[in-house]
């Protein structure tokens, strides 16, 4: 399908009427229930209060219902089956409240389910757990706001399911405690503050941040509030906002007050069925600050491939050309377009054969007994998926990859700024590199982004395995920084302009943030202490920071990432390594376990093992300039190091060295252990580096096929024993960068399917 038709078919599906509605629901109702003959007369008090809330502020619907002590089951499911039959609606949203006694429910043979009282001790009650399950019966999302003791017990199953899928709670205590009696300390009074304060800033409530709010220590609240979600459809919260008091009758007349543009990215070839699904996807839960949805554009990663090989471009481009690469280079990207388009053959033709197969299913008796069972299976369709987006990823970077080979890339600033407007390097994703080429090699007009060194408090020194530092910079937020260091460069003179400069070309080269690479925002210079400092961005929406190192060495800690998780570290890794030497030129030096971070998102137990950065520019320099040859004695460092590089190095650092550091990162990966482990005292202090390095490929050997598998154990073993068929390199390091692609991250991409 051509990619304007599919532009036009998604806008067309997408022109609906509930971009025409405000508010996330088309309604909102409130019932505040509570005992019409209950023991304290604050319950009533409080439920009228938080109704007026809703009312006034909110302007929701509010009906009040006093749960009669005769027949009290009987009356309160008439009236809940009464509502659900009346604003049980899709986009409609109901909120139960209810503030009265719980009952511990923990009598023999009771299940601690959720049984309401109007009583402390004795009277009449309901049981909440049998009338409960009927939202699932509604479209409506419903909202359970419970103030009474044992209120999280709403939260246990009493069928199959305790929270439908269309239900959040958030209750005032745990399972087995008492909540407190209304008054100035209840929970009901700690949610209408909380409430009145979230909108006096913001234009809307989460319930997720809500019950944060509440359960913090600086909330005041004495109890531990319990909060639930089942919402399904890929909705986590209920978010609350009022309506307008004054609705516009003809809201079309209002201008769009802000316009933003994203990019949605497919893993899949974009068929009919896809395209479906995406409209579905888009036209779900629409959020009602959305006025309209538009698809400018549609771009198939194939057809960006397809247009480069063939020239195929609707206007003549100025960028590079396919018949300016090098011989192999032509040869590996039309090898890789087709395997590409085999796959997709392969897979048109295994959708058509299932379909077929369906289609004839009356015959399937008939010909079982034709079958030969002795041939292998054929891969289903599934599989071939999965191939096919490998495929396209390594067609991308094959692509990628020989492009930025061609010399003129290399020698020609008005080649690269040609290559940067070009349209069809644009559509390819190359911006990124050929900035950060464009910086490394004519650094003559970088912006100026060296600053003062301000912190607003005494910042903690970096250690020697934790090269990051928080801080609390003037003019920022809270940002990380990394030391380099030149007082420890004892084996050479340091000509000090020299290494300045790099620092500022280092930290232009640091601004893309296109890779596994924190972005860098500023520089500077305290020759008093002998060191230059990298201000990076502290990632949003991000809290805290852990090493890869730290999370190996703490035994305590439960978190580890899942084999899959592991897979795709090491090929984030990887790729960033692969860019970062084909795009600037430059080496890292310092790769390591201790330079590879992970952070913990703000709403989340867990770090973020999807997301890793690769730190530690302390030694980063271009690959063509002399190494800063810093002297390292000590073991745990030099286990990182090529043997040619520990010590009083007898080499250069390059690219092949950052492959070997590559390695040991892998293994450490793979067997969760520091490889500084797998040595004895004696054999540290014994073990020249040539032998250190045989031992580390022992280890490697033995050790990784039983935990990552052989292929993961082929790609380490590669690295460390410096086996990629690379004695000489060319100009543009075009055979290493081939060679790593091939033998190493093509080993480990399967590995990322585990999860």
């Not at 299940?111 to 909440?128: H, N, T, Y």
């Not at 309506?243 to 899949?268: M, Q």
């Not at 690769?614 to 000590?634: D, I, K, Q, W, Y």
């Not at 590089?645 to 690219?655: L, W």
Request: charged share 25%; net charge negative.
């Amino acid at each position: 399908m051509e990619t304007e038709k599919i532009r036009r078919k998604i806008n067309s599906a997408l022109d609906f009427e509930d971009w025409q509605i405000r508010n996330e629901y088309k309604s909102v109702s409130v019932l505040a229930l509570y005992w019409e003959q209950a023991d304290h007369p604050g319950f009533q008090q409080e439920a009228r209060s938080l109704g007026a809330l809703f009312s006034k502020r909110f302007h929701y619907d509010v009906d009040y219902f006093p749960i009669p002590s005769a027949n009290s089951h009987v009356e309160l499911d008439t009236r809940i089956n009464l509502l659900l039959k009346q604003r049980g609606h899709l986009d409609h949203l109901l909120i139960i409240y209810y503030g009265g006694h719980g009952d511990p429910n923990n009598d023999i043979g009771d299940e601690k389910l959720a049984v309401w009282a109007a009583q402390a001790r004795g009277g009449p009650d309901v049981k909440w757990s049998i009338i409960q399950p009927k939202f699932a019966e509604v479209k409506a999302e419903v909202l359970l706001l419970l103030d009474c003791c044992f209120a999280a017990q709403a939260a246990r199953a009493n069928q199959n399911r305790a929270i439908p899928s269309n239900v959040e709670l958030f209750a005032a205590c745990a399972m087995g405690v008492k909540t407190i009696l209304p008054g100035p300390h209840s929970f009901t009074t700690y949610l209408i503050k909380f409430l009145e304060d979230s909108l006096s800033t913001s234009s809307s409530v989460k319930i997720s941040d809500l019950a944060i709010l509440i359960a913090s220590r600086k909330s005041g609240y004495k109890n531990t509030p319990q909060h639930f979600s089942g919402l399904g459809g890929g909705k986590s919260t209920i978010c609350l906002e009022p309506f307008n008091a004054n609705p516009i009758t003809d809201i079309t007349t209002k201008h769009e007050a802000a316009w933003l543009t994203l990019t949605v990215s497919l893993r899949d070839v974009l068929t009919e069925p896809l395209i479906m699904d995406i409209i579905q996807w888009l036209k779900a839960h629409p959020k009602r600050k959305v006025s309209r949805l538009t698809v400018e554009n549609v771009v198939l990663s194939a057809d960006r491939v397809r247009h480069f090989i063939h020239d195929e471009g609707k206007e003549e481009t100025r960028g590079p050309k396919f018949n300016q690469l090098a011989p192999l280079a032509k040869q590996d990207v039309l090898i890789a377009w087709t395997k590409f388009q085999s796959l997709l053959a392969l897979l048109a033709m295994q959708l058509k054969s299932s379909s077929l197969s369906l289609s004839q299913d009356g015959d399937s008796n008939m010909n079982e007994n034709i079958i030969d069972h002795t041939s292998p299976a054929p891969p289903s369709p599934l599989a071939t998926l999965l191939d096919l987006e490998t495929s396209l990823l390594s067609l991308q970077n094959v692509v990628q990859r020989s492009v930025m080979a061609i010399p003129d890339l290399y020698e020609n600033r008005e080649a690269l700024l040609s290559a940067i407007e070009d349209t069809a390097m644009q559509d390819l994703g190359f911006i990124p590199l050929l900035s950060r080429r464009i910086k490394a090699r004519f650094p003559s007009d970088l912006d100026s982004i060296k600053t003062e060194h301000k912190p607003e408090a005494t910042p903690d020194l970096p250690t020697k395995f934790r090269s990051l530092v928080k801080e609390q910079l003037e003019g920022f937020e809270s940002v990380l920084v990394e030391y380099k260091y030149y007082e420890e460069m004892k084996t050479q003179p340091l000509n000090l302009d020299r290494f300045e400069r790099q620092v500022q070309i280092l930290a232009s080269l640091l601004q893309t943030s296109d890779l596994h690479m924190l972005r860098c925002l500023r520089w500077f210079h305290e020759p008093w202490h002998k060191r230059f400092g990298l201000v990076f961005e502290y990632p949003t929406g991000y809290i805290d920071v852990i090493s890869l190192r730290e999370l190996i060495e703490n035994t305590r800690f439960s978190q580890r990432p899942s084999l899959g998780q592991r897979f795709q570290i090491a090929r984030e890794i990887g790729e960033t390594i692969l860019k970062w030497h084909t795009s600037a030129d430059w080496v890292h030096q310092g790769i390591s376990s201790h330079n590879i971070y992970f952070f913990r998102k703000t709403d989340s137990d867990m770090f973020d093992y999807s997301n890793p950065f690769l730190c530690g520019f302390e030694f980063s320099r271009p690959s063509s300039g002399p190494s800063l040859n810093a002297v390292v004695e000590e073991f745990e460092l030099n286990v990182y190091r090529h043997p040619t590089r520990q010590g009083a190095p007898s080499e250069y650092h390059t690219k092949r060295h950052d492959v070997y550091s590559y390695g040991i990162f892998l293994l450490e990966l793979g067997i969760w252990n520091l490889v500084g482990n797998c040595f004895s005292e004696k054999m540290k202090k014994n073990l020249s580096p040539s032998k250190m390095q045989e031992y580390i490929l022992l280890n490697a050997r033995q050790r990784l096929k039983q935990c990552m598998g052989a292929a993961y154990e082929r790609a380490t073993t590669r690295c460390l024993a410096m086996e990629l068929g690379v004695e000489l390199d060319d100009s543009v390091g075009s055979v290493l960068a081939k060679a790593f692609e091939e033998l190493v991250l093509q080993e480990i991409e399967p590995g990322t399917r585990l999860d």
